[in-house]
């Protein structure tokens, strides 16, 4: 079960997309450089990483980032109270949850996760070391894999 | 608005990933 072309990243990575370039931007440019590949959220997770983008810059930037990324991932609904990115796993059926969070790349909660969602916690170098573009265009799409299909600045 | 010029706007901030987390801590942990 679950999408293995799926990706939910949580509000930290989002917003460090934004603001900070480093891994978390070239996570991000994996799954916009892809049109085959589908970055799930929520709108309790955008509501963080709106809530950051505006701590750390302006409420302008923030505002235009949250209509870009409305447009750009799939929203998924759960229940206010439920860690957003888990949740947003869980109901999208995504296969890779990317965060800095140390907590959910703990042992324990990626039991837990796994009991409640075939997803794997990782972080975003994890996720660029790991992503072989190749076996996941065969598995998701069939055939050989054609390249980048899509403008990850556009 | 396209990627590039969120990027674009968003360099103008010399934001570093410690921020981000202390600002999504806050915002969860309060």
Redo the contacts between chains.
Sequence with gaps: MGDVAAVVAD??VL??D?????PA?DALDIV?AHSWMTLLASELLLD?AT??IQ???DAG?AA??R??ITEFATIVDHAAGDHPAIAAAYHGGARHILT??EQLHGAAAAVTIRDQVETSVKHPAGFVRLFDAESLYTEVVGGDYPGPDRD??? | MSWADLFARAGAYDVTESEVLAALEARRNG
């Design positions: 509000a930290d917003a460090a934004l603001l900070v370039e480093g931007r916009r963080d809530a950051v701590a750390v810059s930037l235009d980032w209509e870009k800095f969070d990850p600045r556009a």
